[in-house]
């Protein structure tokens, strides 16, 4: 039995929301805001767990955050706990590629007042901050970005962001069925695979009304309030751990010793 109270508790919330699309964008952006994106435990030597109880009690009770197949895994169960109908899909991330990857990014696809809507509580790049219509769109606003979702021949749909002036993909998907083992095997690739972005960079990131704030190795970048971004070069060991802390609201059970050694 999934615990939605506990839930909105780690998420800010003091109450059910209804399930409409208000309600919708207001959880996702609360979790967006308060679960960040991490891969620590990779880097710890941790296998990740799918389990729904694995997942509920790393994020929710021990305070920590996940990547995207932990994170959609436990909005989609506070998202049906609440009311709403929800399909998972798995996406093939382009942002930052020279080409597609494999399908080694969760979705969620949900219903609301009879409209599907792109919801993506996940992303650890420059993702949506709310959730968008399920139908192509040349262009959307969102929290003051723009998004465009595309028809795309291959895979169903295209994601695409406006970027430093151009549109930018992010990632593709089709609403074909998938199931519990796609998601085990995307999750096992991520990582295990010592190809895998996430086996070779430690990634932290949290959305914030002013902007993202993420940790990429030892590069902390923080947003300005005129919309620029501030970097800063932290120390292995304790500033490292500081900023888990400040920062993310990560306060980890390990000693930073504990970390393995970054691979390039």
């Not at 780690?10 to 960040?36: K, V």
């Not at 382009?94 to 007042?113: C, F, K, M, S, W």
């Not at 120390?235 to 010793?257: C, K, N, Q, S, V």
Request: negative net charge; glycine residues 10%; contains cysteine.
């Amino acid at each position: 039995m999934f615990d939605l109270g506990a839930y909105l508790n780690r998420i800010g919330l003091d109450e059910p929301i209804p399930a409409n699309a208000n309600g919708l964008a207001l959880l996702q952006r609360a979790q967006l805001q308060n679960i960040p994106f991490e891969n620590l435990d990779i880097h710890l030597g941790l296998a990740i767990s799918l389990q729904p109880s694995a997942v509920f009690d790393k994020l929710v009770m021990r305070g920590r955050g996940g990547y995207c197949f932990e994170l959609n895994k436990l909005f989609a169960e506070a998202l049906r706990a609440s009311g709403f109908a929800v399909r998972s899909h798995l996406a093939r991330v382009i942002y930052g590629r020279d080409a597609p990857g494999g399908r080694t990014h969760q979705v969620l696809v949900v219903q609301a007042e009879g409209q599907a809507w792109l919801c993506d509580a996940g992303f650890g790049g420059p993702g949506l901050r709310a959730p968008i219509p399920l139908e192509p769109q040349e262009a959307i606003d969102v929290d003051a970005e723009r998004f465009a979702l595309r028809f795309h021949r291959e895979d169903g749909y295209l994601l695409e962001k406006w970027i430093a002036g151009r549109w930018t993909p992010l990632y593709v998907f089709a609403l074909q069925s998938e199931l519990d083992i796609d998601f085990e095997m995307g999750n096992f690739y991520m990582s295990q695979h010592p190809d895998s972005y996430f086996r070779r960079n430690r990634v932290v990131a949290l959305q914030r009304p002013a902007g993202r704030v993420t940790l990429t190795n030892f590069v902390l970048t923080l947003p300005g309030t005129d919309g620029s971004a501030v970097s800063v070069t932290l120390a292995p060991g304790e500033d490292y751990m500081t900023a888990l802390r400040e920062h993310f609201g990560i306060l980890l059970e390990h000693r930073y010793e504990q970390f393995l050694a970054l691979s390039q």
